[in-house]
């Protein structure tokens, strides 16, 4: 069978051949980019905005970049935290529309945590019979089951959904790192650590709470996941996997459904993937060349990345670049300064070597590319990570437990203001070519 597939998928590849410039003479968009880089304009939106450039006569300027959730700069919004946690409000702040008084904090917050236990059952009877090796796709069987213990799941008016959305997000700490303990016992043979959601926990400590063996915790490693999951919390609703979720729920189909499809888009290496791939890419820089290493071999291991002679030869330089901004990533900066703080409490010098490496990277690539270029946010994620002492296979999933509230928020404008099922065109060339 494998040999008839095998042939059969030649056929394929002949007798479906697209000619590449095709897609010129039809002025089709390929990945839904215009010409310039630019992305195609697809709705409307007061939840987020992106902008590492301006556009003048068709061409991309430059210029430092930013981060807007509901017209509050991200640096703004995590300084509003004032040392404390502030994920929840910023939750508060995508969701509704401006940052919660102490009052509307207080209630949000009670909600939350109100909503982290799972239904009864579910821990024994969904998620640990059913480990995988795959965390992402073990969190999102697990988030789709929970539509069997929705009574009414197929709501989708959108205070219910608000409802149904708080719910589901405050419930995340838990789901993963469940799914992280079925893995590591049933698949990698480690003790099973089981500990139950507390109240008195914000959703940053209920993450590391729950996840660790110990349960234990100090208030700067929480408060650096704090900070991390506050600039993950949405992205505009242009980046993939929440384009995904609008396509979805513009269907009218449940919410728990259109989650899982943000999820399962996320899980991919182009999107949610990144920070693991830079830290496989530092652990070999680390092996090669040391820790201390000087300027002039930095350079050299990525002359041999961009010729496609080193670690995954695929040519690119992981966590530097970005679609949208050029001269700054405004959350690679407060995570930066996160990682500097945690390295020096942890005593950890491999924040020399990454900010060296940024440095020297980013200047490299603006040269080779003719065009200004930055460290994004996977760059330093990856780290923080590494320093909370995180699973690698915890890294994506707290991405995701992060972004579900940026989700929610763009389903319910959608259906708001749009409210039309998503459903473009393609042009058929069948004929192109033949007699």
């Known amino acids: 069978m494998s040999d ?9 590849i002949r007798d479906g051949h697209i000619d590449p410039g095709l897609y010129t003479k039809y002025k089709v968009k390929k990945g839904l980019r215009n010409e310039n880089g630019t992305g195609v304009l697809v709705g409307l939106s007061k939840i987020s905005d992106v902008s590492g450039y301006t556009v003048e006569n068709d061409v991309k300027i430059p210029k430092e970049g930013n981060l807007y959730f509901r017209n509050m700069d991200i640096r703004d919004v995590v300084k509003s935290a ?12 995508l969701l509704f529309g401006h940052y919660p008084n ?6 949000f917050k009670k909600i939350i945590r109100e909503n982290y236990e799972l239904p009864n059952g579910f821990l024994e009877n969904i998620i640990l019979p059913s480990p995988s090796r795959s965390l992402m796709n073990h969190i999102t069987r697990s988030i789709l089951s929970l539509y069997s213990f929705d009574s009414d799941p197929d709501n989708t008016q959108p205070l219910e959904l608000i409802r149904k959305g708080i719910s589901l997000m405050s419930k995340m700490p838990a789901i993963i790192s469940y799914c992280l303990q079925a893995k590591s016992h049933y698949i990698d043979r ?7 959601p ?15 063996k110990d349960g234990c915790f100090t208030e700067l490693e929480a408060k650096t996941l704090d900070r991390c999951l506050m600039v993950h919390a949405d992205h505009s609703g242009g980046n993939n996997s929440a384009f995904v979720g609008t396509v979805v729920s513009s269907t009218l189909t449940d919410l728990y459904s259109m989650i899982c499809a943000s999820m399962a888009s996320l899980k991919g290496p182009r999107h949610g993937g990144a920070s693991m791939a830079v830290q496989d890419m530092m652990s070999q820089v680390i092996d090669d060349i040391g820790i201390d290493a000087g300027d002039a071999q930095i350079k050299g291991v990525i002359e041999r990345m961009f010729d496609k002679n080193y670690f995954d030869r695929s040519g690119l330089v992981y966590g530097v670049g970005h679609a ?6 405004p959350r690679c900066e407060i995570l930066r300064d996160e990682a500097r703080k945690l390295s020096e409490f942890k005593k950890s010098r491999k924040i020399r070597l990454y900010e060296r490496f940024e440095k020297i990277a980013r200047e490299m690539l ?3 590319i003719k065009a200004e270029s930055c460290a994004n946010v996977d760059f330093y994620a990856g780290l923080i990570y590494e320093l909370l002492d995180m699973p690698r296979d915890l890294f994506i999933p707290v991405f995701a437990s992060s972004r579900v509230v940026g989700w929610i928020a763009h389903d319910i404008e959608n259906l708001l203001y749009c409210n039309k099922i998503v459903r473009p065109a393609t042009k058929y060339v069948g004929f192109e070519g033949k007699e």
């Open 366 to 368: 603006s040269k080779k």
């Open 4 to 12: 008839f597939l095998a042939y059969k998928y030649s056929d394929l």
């Open 324 to 329: 949208i901004y050029t001269k700054s990533d």
């Open 198 to 212: 507390r109240k008195d926990y914000s959703f940053a400590e209920s993450i590391l709470y729950l996840s660790r």
């Open 190 to 196: 480690d003790s099973l650590h089981i500990h139950y």
């Open 82 to 93: 004032n040392g404390d946690f502030g994920y929840e409000n910023t939750c508060f702040l």
């Open 102 to 107: 102490a009052s509307e904090s207080q209630e």
